[in-house]
């Protein structure tokens, strides 16, 4: 992709063209990573991934594929962020005490959120391939043929990087 080297070099302008080409893939991604969540709307974590990775000019995607992946790390960490938030709020942060009835627990999403994000810090040390598809496969919401494609190898190699990865998390869970 022309655009992405040309946005690389500081056309701010084909970087914008990059992203507005696979803007509807990314909504793809985001839509299968959000079914049945009510977080997020699919626009909405979309165009915040879009705002973390725009902020930064020393994110520069190298290719399609580095885009994608980046674009899977932000989503990740604008899901993070929200899950933080709702936890907070939900230790108070400012508000009045709330009964034990009146909703005072965590909902699940937001602590399988955080609890896979710590443990994907934790892979990332042992195995940064392994944490990347599985960053890839749950926060971007890609099949097996994309994340392969998108990490440039074989699709044994990425199974077997998946089966390692969720190996990996079950102990974790468990223990």
């Known amino acids: 992709m022309e655009w992405l080297a040309r946005g690389a070099a500081g056309e ?14 990314l909504k793809q991604a ?12 699919t626009t909405a974590l979309v165009h915040e991934a879009w705002l973390k990775l725009a902020g930064n000019p020393q994110l520069a995607p190298l290719n399609r ?14 899901l993070v962020d929200h899950a933080r ?6 230790r108070g942060n400012g508000q009045a005490d709330l009964t034990l009835t009146a909703g005072a627990a965590v909902s699940m999403p937001e602590v ?3 609890t896979l994000h710590l443990l994907l810090e934790e ?3 042992i195995d940064a391939r392994a944490a990347q598809v599985v960053e890839l496969r749950y926060f971007g919401g890609y099949d ?5 494609a998108i990490l440039e ?23």
């Open 123 to 125: 892979l990332h040390q």
């Open 85 to 90: 938030s709702v936890q907070a709020g939900k």
């Open 144 to 148: 097996e043929a994309e994340v392969a």
């Open 112 to 114: 399988e959120v955080l």
């Open 12 to 25: 701010a302008a084909k970087l914008d063209a990059a992203w507005t080409s696979l803007y509807g893939e």
């Open 153 to 175: 190898i074989s699709e044994s190699t990425l199974r077997r990087d998946w089966r390692r990865a969720r190996a990996f998390l079950l102990a974790e869970l468990e223990a």
């Open 65 to 78: 594929q580095h885009l994608l992946a980046m674009s899977a790390r932000a989503m990740r960490y604008v």
């Open 30 to 41: 985001a839509h299968r990573q959000l079914r049945g969540s009510g977080a997020f709307q």
